[in-house]
């Protein structure tokens, strides 16, 4: 990043519709930024040093080619796992929702500091425990409502 500025969660709002999103974004965005992938790499570095608009990269056929040649390695990586290979994911994935949860806790309560006034996403009547933004589920399932079983649709048995 030629000088060391980086795109900030607002400037992600044009495409991810709500801060919610715009956070999930800019995490993905530092993820592929030193991922295996070559092409991803640039992409996300573009976005992040704001040389091209999320809308631009997003739309770009070279960057959206890479993307969904990722994500249907993913999808078949998910079609021949085990239903113990399963369980274990759904459990990784429910540490993982944990994880991200206290991790944007922690931000909140650092961007309501810098105000002087402390935040917290946790409103009365709800747990800190329950799932926040775009991971949110029905609550169906055990941990990270996966309950060990493959999805259905498109994810499942053929």
């Not at 400037?11 to 919610?20: C, I």
């Not at 704001?50 to 993913?74: R, W």
């Not at 998910?78 to 990784?92: H, V």
Request: no cysteine; hydrophobic share 25%.
């Amino acid at each position: 990043m030629p000088d060391g500025r980086e795109v900030d969660q607002a400037e992600l709002l044009d495409v991810a519709k709500d801060e919610d999103r715009a956070r999930s974004l800019l995490r993905a965005l530092r993820t592929l930024s030193t991922g295996p992938d070559p092409k991803l790499r640039e992409m996300a570095r573009g976005v992040l040093r704001g040389d091209l608009t999320a809308e631009q990269a997003f739309t770009d056929p070279e960057y959206t080619a890479a993307l969904f040649s990722g994500a249907d390695k993913i999808r078949r990586a998910g079609e021949l796992r085990s239903e113990a290979e399963a369980r274990e994911a759904g459990e990784r994935f429910g540490e993982w929702q944990q994880a991200r949860r206290t991790e944007d806790d922690r931000e909140d309560q650092g961007e309501g500091e810098d105000q002087g006034t402390p935040q917290s996403d946790t409103s009365p009547g709800t747990s800190p425990q329950q799932p926040t933004g775009p991971w949110r589920h029905s609550g169906a399932g055990g941990v990270g409502g996966l309950g060990g079983s493959r999805p259905a649709g498109g994810f499942g048995h053929r």
